[in-house]
């Protein structure tokens, strides 16, 4: 079962990258088990010649090591490289509804995974069909990145807006994750009315972002991507918003 879903995540980032990346693209690379095969895919077409020219961003460290490995150049938003936006992100996500709205962050790299889709001319996203789902925030935690100091006010904002809240705990280490940018993450589900009949996730990812202590939120709405869907079976399905 592990060698299928790592096979469909290999054709999946193959396909992506085989698709849609072309030479001389300023190209964001995503996070997570799926997103490096896009990633490992770029660097072999880079490798043989086919692709040339790339300006990679990279949306973590884990994605900056996997570039320094197969020799893509990468840079930050702020170097006269990138500085104009990118051409094209390529990433993962954890639920994707019918209008092609996003729920990620089960990495952590959700600040920069995001400041990476909203700098795209073009975004992709690949998933496998079960990140498919009707509603957002029912199965899958939407995680908020927090600032520390503003864990028990946050989390109090959090329940008014009825969701349940979690704070995210390491693994292999004592205590809470700490994300690359020194905060914490509280994970957070809705109660199935409240997504539904109120609120819509689009206005959610606004107005999570408005309590204060929060630096960034799970809601991927404003950039609805191209997204590829890998079935059991190994087909892929393209679809667009």
């Known amino acids: 079962m592990e060698q299928n879903t790592a096979g469909l995540k290999e054709a999946l980032g193959k396909t992506a990258v085989d698709r849609l990346v072309k030479s001389g693209m300023k190209l964001g ?136 809240v979690i704070l995210r705990e390491a693994v292999r280490k004592a205590g809470p994750v700490i994300t690359e940018h020194g905060n914490i993450i509280l994970d957070i589900c809705f109660k199935t009315d409240v997504i539904s009949n109120r609120i819509d996730p689009s206005f959610m990812e606004t107005e999570l972002n408005q309590i204060p202590g929060v630096v960034e939120n799970g809601f991927f709405t404003r950039r609805p991507p191209v997204v590829f869907a890998a079935r059991s079976m190994g087909e892929i399905d393209e679809r667009r918003c």
Do not use: H, W
């Open 29 to 164: 690379l995503g996070t997570g088990s799926t997103a490096v095969f896009a990633v490992r895919r770029v660097g072999e077409l880079m490798a043989d010649g086919t692709l040339k020219d790339i300006s990679a961003f990279a949306t973590s460290f884990q994605t900056e090591i996997e570039c320094e490995r197969l020799r893509i150049p990468f840079y930050t938003l702020n170097s006269r490289e990138l500085a104009a936006g990118l051409d094209l992100t390529i990433d993962g996500a954890d639920e994707v509804d019918p209008q092609n709205r996003l729920i990620k962050g089960g990495g952590g790299a959700l600040l920069i995974e995001k400041l990476a889709a909203y700098a795209s001319s073009d975004y992709a996203i690949i998933v496998d069909t079960s990140k498919l789902v009707e509603n957002l925030g029912y199965g899958f935690p939407v995680p908020v990145e927090v600032v520390p100091a503003g864990r028990v006010q946050v989390t109090k904002a959090l329940e008014k807006l009825g969701a349940n």
